[in-house]
């Protein structure tokens, strides 16, 4: 599946959210989200921009998808699919 090009900062916290991430903080124009799974703990910080660029995007999946032990593909199609 293809990196959607058009996706908000804020969607995309929204997304996050029901994979288990929570808003810890949000300071300016970055928002803080934070996951706690088998006593672990990971945070993500995601520009709350109109539309990320592909790359910041990219990159902050590949960190999301590694900290719940799942391919970037099944992430992708769990956040975007049909």
Known sequence: MKLPGDIEGTKLAVFLH????????????????????????HHITVPAHRELRVGTLY????????????????????LFGS
């Open 18 to 41: 029901g994979l288990g991430y929570e808003i810890t903080r949000q300071n300016g124009s970055h928002i803080r989200l934070t996951c706690s799974k088998e006593g672990r703990q």
């Open 59 to 78: 990159s902050i999946l590949r960190e999301v998808a590694a900290f719940l032990h799942i391919e970037q593909a099944q992430l992708l199609e769990q």
